[in-house]
């Protein structure tokens, strides 16, 4: 099926300090009015706006017009109801659930306008406002127009591929290298129907950088914006699509992300699988193996030790989540817990995140996780400590102390932490052993 491929230029997006807008509007609104279905004033005074909650925010948020407050429950992936609102200058605010502002924008409404304004989370949790023209002229019959933003900076750099069902991927994506707060410039035309949408890491199309695989029906002589949103795991995606006076369409990820790592200290074999889908195998024991894509949803993992199996109760991957099956403890008595991992990227451009594993089985207390000597987190035995940023550094040290003792257990000097970088310090095994027979201990870098 023939398709035009959006321009490659950004999608005018502006902090919510003020500047804000991109002048895609046709018309800027603002609000300070009743909903559209209780107001009867004319539309040659007046236009319409509705707010799409789009943030990470993971409790429902409110809208203030004019620093009165108009809702106090959008929930995520949700959009407000529609305002008629007077021609002029307004304060529009996405508020939290004290209703403080979280941020605002002062756009000027023309009269006869529609728009619907898409809250994002930007670098640093600012809150950001794109503005979609809800009267884009319609396209010929046959077609639609599409337009994709990026509103998930925790997924990083994209490709968006669009094509029939059945089409392989290829390296000439829709829209390619889409960094997060960009997208197409503009709405462009393309065949009406039923598509298969995926969302790659930037420049790949292997099947383990698919970063949200799924099915997207563009209306006949439609409008439809599509906007990518983040998932709790950080690297897979969701999506929107938006089309003007109607509800949201939430793509969910179908898909989550699991891992199998293994502390036993016998190098024994080791091997996961998640409603009989095999995990990728572990060369021996201790060891961290990689993530494979696996269905979301509830499953019942199960761990294979030198041909014994352990079978956990049943676990539901949370659609979008990263998991790891940790397996820990002795050969005689080897038990397994699953973690969600975090591993969505620091706010900050200029900081890391960090964490720690604990999983040596002789020292049963808590482990202290420290950089360029000072504490950040600890981490009980068989689990891991929160992920905790922390400045972005060349050539410090990261170590791990005995939280009762302060005996070193762990230190690597001359560590670099970069900036945006996730970290999992990995201590696996038996301290008294040998590091690499019986003994895993490792800064690994998770993105």
């Given at each position: 099926?023939?398709h035009?491929p959006l ?5 005018a ?7 804000l ?6 018309g800027?609104?603002g ?5 559209d279905?209780?107001d009867t004033?004319?539309?040659a ?10 943030t990470?925010?993971?409790a ?9 407050p ?10 407000s109801a529609?305002?008629r ?6 304060t ?5 659930s ?12 023309a009269?006869?306008s ?5 809250a994002?989370?930007g ?5 950001r ?18 337009l994709v ?15 029939p069902?059945?089409e392989a ?17 503009g ?15 930037a420049g ?5 950088d698919?970063?949200?695989d799924?099915?997207?029906?563009l ?8 906007v990518?949103t983040?998932?709790?795991?950080g ?7 938006l089309?003007p ?8 990820n ?21 409603n ?5 195998l ?5 060891a961290?193996?990689?993530?494979a ?5 509830t ?16 676990w ?9 099956l940790f ?9 397994f817990t ?11 451009t200029?900081?890391?995140?960090i ?7 002789d ?12 504490a ?7 689990a891991f400590?929160p ?11 990261v170590s ?5 003792t ?6 690597l000097?001359?560590?670099t932490?970069?900036?945006g ?8 095994g ?7 027979n ?9 993105r």
């Open positions: 099926m023939p035009h321009p490659r230029r950004r999608w997006t502006r902090t919510a300090t003020g500047l807008l991109s002048t895609l509007l046709g800027l609104l609000g300070c009015g009743t909903r279905d209780t004033s004319s539309g005074t007046t236009g319409t706006l509705r707010l799409v909650n789009a990470t925010q993971r429902a948020v409110g809208l203030l017009v004019d620093d009165l108009r809702e106090t429950g959008i929930e995520r992936d949700a959009a529609t305002y609102v007077t021609a002029g200058s307004h529009i605010a996405l508020a939290n004290s209703g403080s502002a979280l941020a605002s924008t002062t756009p000027t409404v009269a006869g529609a728009t619907t304004l898409v994002w989370t670098d640093n949790n600012v809150v406002y794109l503005s979609l023209n809800d009267l884009e002229a319609v396209p010929a019959s046959g077609r639609a127009k599409l933003f990026h509103a998930a900076r925790d997924a990083g750099t994209l490709d968006v591929h669009l094509t069902a059945t991927l290829s390296d000439t994506p829709l829209l390619g290298n889409v960094s997060p707060g960009n997208g197409s410039s709405y462009s035309t393309v065949n009406a129907g039923s598509h298969r949408l995926r969302l790659l890491k790949s199309v292997l099947a383990s698919v970063r949200l799924t099915t997207v029906t209306p006949d002589a439609g409008i439809v914006a599509l990518v983040p998932s709790t795991g690297v897979l995606a969701h999506a929107l699509l089309q006076a109607k509800a949201v369409a939430a793509l969910t179908a898909q989550a992300r699991v891992r199998v790592v293994s502390a036993l200290p016998t190098n024994l074999p080791v091997a996961g699988a998640i009989g889908t095999s995990l990728p572990l060369g021996g024991s201790p961290v193996g990689s993530y894509l696996v269905p979301a949803g499953s019942t993992p199960q761990i294979t030790v030198n041909g014994g199996t352990l079978t956990a109760a049943a539901t991957a949370a659609p979008g989540s990263d998991n790891t397996v820990w403890g002795t050969a005689a008595a080897a038990q699953v973690f969600s991992d975090d591993n969505r990227l620091p706010a900050s200029s900081a890391s995140r964490r720690l594993l604990h999983g040596l089985a020292i049963p207390a808590d482990l202290t996780l420290n950089v360029a000597g000072a950040v987190a600890t981490a009980s035995q068989g400590s992920a905790t940023s922390v400045s972005a550094v060349n050539d410090t040290t791990a102390t005995h939280s009762l302060a005996a070193s257990v762990y230190q000097t001359g560590k932490l970069d900036a970088g996730v970290y999992s310090v990995f201590l696996l038996d301290s008294r052993q040998a590091s690499g019986g003994l895993i201990s490792t800064v690994f870098k998770e």
